[in-house]
């Protein structure tokens, strides 16, 4: 009796189960029997078509890579680890470093320029211009021959001539008026001692305007038939043979006869005074440094003590000089040594 079953066909290119993975999923096996309540026939499957086909691919690491490993000891000796035990990095990674390298260029991003490194910049350049070009005016002006100092005019002299002061500064002739400074001048009027202080002033291109202060004399010192003018520190300004040509006081003997002390006590005393009181003065003397007298030109006497509060004193005589006079009853003596209580007498 011929059999009812038919034959099964088994197509190694077919898709199949657990053995065959390119099977599509709920198809039995063909190579088993499916034994239902109906005994049906298992017939082929049909062909897939290429569409439905699905690959999947896996790739393989770099045959000449090797896998990184865990980090082999340096060899005995070194500081490195040995040649042999090296790895390479994977396939993928060296490619990647690779096309990292070969595009770097390509693949930077250039910013601008900030706004504030930029005027930074340009305000450095334009400080350091203008400073060469400073240094530069300078250096012209400091050594150029055109300001060449050629003339010198003085003033502020009445013991000394203006051409004394010319003379001592002939020196400074030529020289640049930026290189000239007020201790270059004092330094060459030191000769002149009655030169207390000096101010210059340029006036390019080649004019120098030297204003001198002179000390004031405040005595006459006799030394013979001669007067020497003196000042408050008994420097020795100039010479008369005519007192009553220098309206100042005489002081008796002068520091070499009364000594220093009551000397520069006495000039203190008359460089206090004012210029017209000063004026009506005939003499000054000192007993000791607590007991100076003026002599008017009148004969009158002022008897002035010590020399401290000194303006003040000054002061209190001037008042009593001009406070009108009894001719009945003249006065003789202006006793200021306690200015606050002055006495007449």
Request: proline share 11%; hydrophobic share 45%.
């Amino acid at each position: 009796m011929p059999s009812s079953r038919r034959p099964t066909y088994t197509s190694a290119n077919r898709a199949g189960g657990p053995g065959n993975p390119g099977r599509p999923a709920g198809r039995p096996d063909p190579g088993s029997q499916v034994d239902t309540g109906q005994q049906e026939a298992v017939r082929p499957a049909a062909p897939m078509p290429a569409a439905d086909i699905i690959s999947a691919s896996r790739s393989l690491p770099d045959p000449g890579a090797s896998v990184p490993g865990p980090p082999v000891p340096a060899a005995p000796g070194s500081g490195k680890p040995a040649r042999a035990a090296r790895l390479a990095l994977p396939g993928w990674r060296r490619a990647r470093h690779q096309s990292n390298g070969a595009g770097t260029a390509a693949n930077v991003v250039a910013f601008p320029e900030p706004k504030s490194k930029r005027r930074r910049r340009n305000l450095l350049v334009a400080v350091s211009t203008i400073a060469v070009l400073v240094a530069v005016v300078l250096a012209a002006a400091i050594y150029s021959p055109i300001l060449a100092l050629r003339e010198v005019s003085v003033s502020g002299t009445k013991l000394l001539a203006p051409d004394q002061v010319q003379a001592a500064l002939s020196p400074l002739q030529g020289k640049p008026l930026p290189q000239i400074s007020k201790d270059d001048v004092s330094r060459l009027l030191e000769p002149l001692v009655q030169v207390e202080s000096v101010a210059i002033l340029a006036r390019p291109p080649s004019g120098l305007a030297v204003t001198v202060r002179e000390r004031v004399p405040v005595a006459l010192v006799k030394q013979g038939e001669q007067y020497q003018l003196v000042d408050v520190d008994g420097v020795r300004l100039a010479t008369t043979a005519d007192p009553a040509s220098v309206a100042l006081p005489v002081i008796d003997g002068g520091a070499g006869t009364i000594g220093q002390d009551l000397f520069l006590a006495t000039a203190n005393v008359l460089a206090a005074l004012p210029a017209d009181v000063l004026a009506k003065l005939s003499n000054a003397s000192a007993q000791s440094v607590d007991a100076v007298e003026l002599k008017l030109v009148d004969g009158q006497t002022i008897v002035w003590g010590n020399a401290s509060e000194k303006e003040l004193k000054a002061k209190v005589l001037a008042a009593l000089l001009k406070a009108p006079v009894d001719p009945k009853n003249p006065v003789k003596v202006y006793d200021v040594s306690v200015p606050r209580h002055p006495v007449t007498r």
